[in-house]
C-alpha cells in the first residue's frame, strides 16, 4: 500500500512540475487539495506529499490558513538564480568536453531534432524540451548530484520566465544548443563555455530581469503632472 501511494505521489508530483515547467500553471496561481485530488483522482494526502516535493525545489510556496500556489519569484531571487546556473552549466559544459558518453552526442541531436518538431507548433512543449536538453546536458556528466542541481535550477528559470518574460518570450534558441553541441564536439572550451555563457545571457534577457519596473509613485508622478499643469 506504501508503494502504491508513493507511485502516486510522484505521479502527481511529475504532473504539476511539468504543469508548472510548461507555463501553464502560472506564478501565484493557487493550487487547491481538494480540486488537485479531484481531477488526479488521488486523496488529498498523496497530493500534499508532492507539494511538499514541489515546495523543495522553490516552485510552490505554501501559505497559513491559505494553502498551495505556485511560486512567485522575486526580482533579486532570480538574478541569484541564473548567477548559479551561469556557474553550474559553465562545469557541465568543461565535464563533457574532457568526457562525452559514446552515443551523448546522438542523444543531444536527437533531442535538439525533437525541440525542431514543435517550434512555432506547440509552445508549452517548447518550453519544455528547452529546459529539458540543459538537464539531459548534465545527465550526460554521471555525475548524478550536478544533473538535480541543474534540473531544479532550469525548472526554476522557467518559472521566472513565466513571472518576467515577455509574451512569446520563452522559446529558447534551437541553434544555440546546436552551437554548443558543435564546440563540445571540437574540444573547444573556450568556445563552449562563452556560447553557454551568450546563450544563458539571451534566456535571462527575455526574463527581462535587467529592467527595473516603475513603482506606484514613478507611474502616478506622471499622471500628477496634468494637475501641475
Do not use: W
Not at 565535464?95 to 542523444?107: H, Q
Not at 545527465?139 to 541543474?150: D, H, K, Q, S, W
Amino acid at each position: 500500500m506504501s508503494e502504491q501511494k508513493n507511485t502516486l505521489s510522484d505521479a502527481v508530483y511529475d504532473l504539476l512540475r511539468r504543469a508548472i515547467i510548461e507555463q501553464a500553471l502560472q506564478p501565484g496561481m493557487r493550487l487547491p487539495e481538494d480540486t488537485v485530488g479531484d481531477q488526479f483522482g488521488v486523496s488529498r494526502t498523496i497530493v500534499r506529499h508532492a507539494f511538499v516535493r514541489l515546495e523543495n525545489e522553490g516552485l510552490i510556496t505554501t501559505r497559513r490558513n491559505r494553502g498551495a500556489f505556485v511560486a512567485e519569484p522575486s526580482l533579486e531571487e532570480a538574478r541569484q538564480i541564473f548567477e548559479v546556473r551561469h556557474c553550474l552549466e559553465r562545469e557541465v559544459v568543461m565535464r563533457l568536453i574532457e568526457r562525452m558518453p559514446a552515443t551523448g552526442f546522438e542523444t543531444l541531436e536527437a533531442h535538439v531534432r525533437a525541440e525542431k518538431a514543435v517550434l512555432g507548433k506547440d509552445g508549452p512543449v517548447s518550453i519544455r524540451l528547452a529546459g529539458e536538453f540543459h538537464t539531459l546536458m548534465a545527465e550526460l556528466t554521471g555525475n548524478a548530484v550536478l544533473a538535480r542541481y541543474v534540473s531544479e535550477i532550469v525548472t526554476r528559470c522557467s518559472l521566472i520566465i513565466a513571472t518576467f518574460g515577455r509574451t512569446h518570450s520563452s522559446d529558447c534558441a534551437v541553434d544555440e544548443h546546436l552551437q554548443i553541441i558543435a564546440a563540445i564536439r571540437a574540444q573547444d572550451a573556450e568556445r563552449a563555455t562563452g556560447l553557454m555563457a551568450h546563450h544563458l545571457g539571451a534566456v535571462a534577457d527575455r526574463a527581462e530581469l535587467d529592467e527595473e519596473k516603475p513603482g506606484i509613485e514613478a507611474i502616478l508622478s506622471r499622471y500628477g503632472r496634468t494637475l501641475a499643469g
